[in-house]
């Protein structure tokens, strides 16, 4: 019962990664984020990661949490998601109201990083919770237990934002923005998406691998032309991943790069000639 009323209120949505032993994540860095992340970190600054999905946001900080050696808590936010679901709540337990911690509020006592994917999905009242977090007092306000913790001292906060989505009504105000340091990503150069297609798919052929790339910059293209996604990097990776399985390249493009962004068969033609031009 407990269980599914977590999962109803979405308690159980996000996901907590310890420090693993080994090799960090693989990432390839597209500039000098990697710098300026561990000199946030330093500082412990709250950090916003811009760009558009599929561009290796999220990798990159899975990345980075091996490097620092913290623990990474993700919170995939969305619509329905309240400050509640951060900070915590009550809980009924038999005859007993226990609380509970939310993911925001564990991180905050543990010491890790707490990404808050697409904040700017979440209901407004989450970004009030998130502002005493993000300037020099770093505590948590708990207010349903008339509480107010102080950060571990490694706690830090990382939200991303994908500035293609944003409406008039939906967007972090400029005051909420201007609290973290802000880290620009973008589709990688062409060279390192070769490079992370290749060992994302496990070692697809470099013949396929560059012709795929290629390809995948042209449909890239189309963005403006009535595409809502544009081709990422993630969905090229798959399509490596499904010609390494064996697909042929057009059922792989199709599977991955074509049917996945879109209904509207003028654009399906078009990307399909993209892609069958270069296979
Ligand atoms: P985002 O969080 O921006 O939506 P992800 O981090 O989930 O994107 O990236 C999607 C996938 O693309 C990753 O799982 C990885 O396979 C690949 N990828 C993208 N950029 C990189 C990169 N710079 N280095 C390594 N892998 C990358």
Redesign the pocket.
Known sequence: MKNLFNKLRGVERDAVQKPVEGEAP???P?GNEVEVFKAAYAKRLPVMLK?P????????LEHMAHVLDRPLVTVSCHEDLTSSDLVGRFLLEGEETVWQDGPLTRAVKEGAICYLDEIVEARTDTTVVIHPLTDHRRQLPIDKKSQIIDAHEDFMLVI?YNPGYQTVLKDLKPSTKQRFVGLQ?DY?KEDIERQ?VKT?SGGLDDALVDKLVAAGRKARGLKDHGLEEATS??AL?YAAELMNAGLSPMDACRAALIHPITDDPELVEALEEIFRAHF
């Open positions: 693989f990432y390839l597209q760009g999905t599929g561009c290796g946001k999220t990798r990159f991303s990503f990688p992370i994302e990097t993630r990776c």
